[in-house]
């Protein structure tokens, strides 16, 4: 078994160093948030680190890199107030990889791929067409991390739309249903199945 110690790490080459911390901890939710400039101009890209953060009311929140460089989807949430979380599936995972690649300003990344713009309730930020869970988010809050510098972005979800075969009966959403992947690192995508559902846990008498 490989060991690491903070020595060596800090000594590893850029690249592998962040290979290897972006994938020890495993899959990671994928989604592709689509945001609106104040021009009208839809933006669309990537992100491995929404998670859940409550219920009720219903919170998501995911982290954003540094803004010491422009930040299409930062800024653009800020102006509208709003962004929509994409489930990605099997047979878009190339073009949702692509939209990690660095257009300037005013480049959609809807331009520069086979994903569609699909839009809904006049919301003010872009769906994905074929998406098979799609979320409607406001933006609520941010909080900086001193650590690294980057930005917990909190935000609550207004709309969920759920294709029909993923929600069961008690509102549990079975995701290989919809071909739904997740990422390992920053650049593998996996497409898991499910093995076992569990009833809720209670102490053994």
């Not at 791929?113 to 309730?121: A, I, P």
Request: proline share 5%.
């Amino acid at each position: 078994m490989h060991h690491f110690e903070l020595k060596d790490l800090e000594e590893l080459p850029k690249i592998y160093r962040l290979n290897l911390i972006n994938s020890v901890t495993g899959y990671k939710s994928a989604h592709l948030i689509g945001t609106q400039s104040k021009e009208g101009k839809e933006n669309l890209a990537v992100f491995s680190s929404v998670v859940h953060l409550g219920s009720n009311p219903a919170l998501i929140g995911f982290i954003l890199r540094p803004t010491t460089v422009p930040r299409h989807t930062y800024s653009n949430m800020k102006a509208r107030g709003v962004f929509t979380l994409n489930a990605i599936t099997t047979n878009q995972i190339a073009d949702a990889h692509h939209t990690s690649a660095k257009y300037p300003e005013g480049v959609s990344e809807f331009d520069r791929t086979d994903l569609e713009v699909e839009r809904k309730e006049s919301w003010e930020a872009p769906y994905v067409k074929g998406s098979p869970i799609q979320m409607g988010c406001r933006y609520e809050n941010e909080y900086h991390i001193k650590e690294n510098d980057t930005l917990l972005i909190v935000g609550r979800i207004e709309h969920l739309y759920i294709s029909d075969p993923l929600l069961l009966e008690d509102g549990w959403v079975q995701l290989d249903q919809g071909e739904v992947v997740s990422i390992n690192g920053l650049d593998g995508y996996a497409n898991p199945k499910l093995l076992e559902r569990f009833p809720y846990a209670r102490p053994k008498s």
